[in-house]
């Protein structure tokens, strides 16, 4: 059998803890082979929620789960952790300025990267989920020096997802037939939703999207609008943010993270800028990535027309901003 994985999520009394901490139990980050130990970590106000969501766990009953922390103790939460999938964070409340969230998450940020950096497990694996999620990775990665910058990441693959979505509902086909959209930049209302290489199984072969789908007036316009504006969209459906299909995507991240990307495709991952397709290194950037023995490449080479090149542009300067914005904090 092999040794259990020890799974750190922060936030986890929150929504979309509450739906990822079952289907990590499950196997479904990691497999249906592979043990975990949860560690659950949360501030003190939702101690008793946290407690609460630890007994529905041990009520669960979950054969591959061996074992689960819950904690308000950061140390503690991060102590040998070979994942951590950071969903905690401090939301944007109403009248609240943007400075004034980002000095929040920056200072949350700043002591999990200590504490995940002196405690976690050698080759740690961070994925961070909470807003402004590109940002809150690049200050992690800041403060954790000792950290290789290729093993912090923050998530798009729900953005990546919401691409396969809408694409499959306009032809009317499996979104498991929907390959290689892109998401470039930021986790916010700049992302730039591409599918100027994506691509749809047919029975007589790959089709490119921009072929099958020829209304480009839909993909360069409405299409890119409804991904960029989907978290929006459920909180008004909902009244309640996206919980179920954000953690089924923290899920697929560190699935295809650690267990590789499937030949020929490739997903959307926000990792360390090192400079490919123009991007100024140094952001956390959502680029197309492919996964293989646990190493993420950007995949290279794609051609980038004017429109893309704009867009790519808009977001990256949005990140620009956002990095300055999140250092005027720390001084
Ligand atoms: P909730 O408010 O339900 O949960 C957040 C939890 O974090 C709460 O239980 C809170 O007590 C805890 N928390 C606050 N400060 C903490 C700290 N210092 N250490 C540990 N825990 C702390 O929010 P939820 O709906 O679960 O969303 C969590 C985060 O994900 C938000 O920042 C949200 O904006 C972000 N999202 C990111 C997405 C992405 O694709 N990257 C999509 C979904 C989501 O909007």
Redesign the pocket.
Known sequence: AKDPVRVLV??????????LVPMIARGVMLGPDQPVLLHM???P??AE??NGVKMELVDAAFPLLKGVVAT?D?VE?CTGVNVAVM??????KEGMERKDVMSK?VS?YK??ASALEAHAAPNCKVL????P?NTNALILKEFAPSIPAKNIT??????HNRALGQISERLNIQVSDVKNVIIWGN?SSTQYPDVSHATIKTPSGQKPVRELVSDDDWLKGEFIKTVQQR?AAIIKARK????L??AS??CDHIRDWVLGTPEGTWVSM?VYSDGSYNVPAGLIYSFPVTCRAGEWTIVQGLSVDEFSRKKMDATAEELTEEKALAYSCLS
């Open positions: 922060t936030g986890a009394a929150g929504q979309i803890g509450y739906a970590l949360d501030i106000p939702a929620a946290l308000t950061a939460a969903v905690g964070g401090f939301p944007r998450n949350i002591s999990q961070v989920v909470a807003n999620a923050c998530l798009t693959r729900l953005d986790h978290g309640l943010s996206s919980a299909s954000a995507a923290a926000g």
